[in-house]
Each structure stands twice: as structure tokens, then as C-alpha cells.
């Protein structure tokens, strides 16, 4: 897509980024997968006008993500979505267990309106990231 600035903010060069290339005719694209600092009501807004599907880390600030730890907290018992073997011959597999779940947040469009949308978000438990994260 070009090169960019690294001191903009993710959340201004991503919707940026994503209008000039549906400028060049890249109509059609299917998705991006992007870091928590792309999340923006902007970036969610064009997501949704064009059907491009967003994958990113949901930030700890946002509420829905706190509700959604919330949530998986409740229920202890999330479906296995992926299991590898460990690293190392001593260590326990790698599991990734998680659910599909949908909630409202908002999205703004290219006029500035916000509205309330329905977006999907999975929440997933990975085993090998559950010692760093109570250690924080």
C-alpha cells in the first residue's frame, strides 16, 4: 500500500491507507488484519460501507473487550479451536480455546455519523499466554 509515516498514529493511517486503495480500484478486498491501534470508529465505519472484514486485537481500553474478558471469565469452558504440541519434548501443548461472539460498538462513517453496529469478535484463551498475562 506505500510507504507511511511510523510516528502517525495507527488509527489515522489505517482508514487513510484503506480509502487509497479503494481509490486505485481494489474494490473486492476481503480483509485486513491489523494491530489493536487500528480499531477506530473510522477504520470500523469504512470496514463496513465496503464489506471488508477487520481482524484486529481488540484494545484493553475498550469497554467491549473488557465486558467480552468478562464474558469468557463466566465461562471457563471454551471450545478447543486449536491444539499444538509443546515447543519442547517437557512442555504441555498449546491450546487456543475460544467462542464467536457478537456484539454493538460504533462505527462512523465517511459524512461523521456514528451509529451502532453488530460486529463478530472471538474471544480466545491461548495456554501458553495465560502465566505472562497474570504476571502483568
Known sequence: MGLRDGNR???????VAMEECLAL??????GIVADSQADSRRTLGLCRAHKIELVPL????????????AWGRAHPTLPLLVE????????????????????QVEGEDSAGRVAQE???FVVVHASQL??????T
Open 84 to 103: 499444538k504440541p509443546g515447543r519442547r519434548q517437557a512442555e504441555a501443548p498449546r491450546r487456543w480455546q475460544g467462542h464467536s461472539v457478537r456484539r
Open 130 to 135: 495465560a502465566p505472562q498475562q497474570t504476571q
Open 25 to 30: 480500484g481494489l474494490e473486492g478486498v476481503r
Open 118 to 120: 453488530e460486529l463478530r
Open 58 to 69: 481488540v484494545p484493553r481500553t475498550w469497554a467491549v473487550r473488557q465486558a467480552l474478558e
Open 9 to 15: 498514529s495507527d488509527s489515522v493511517a489505517t482508514p
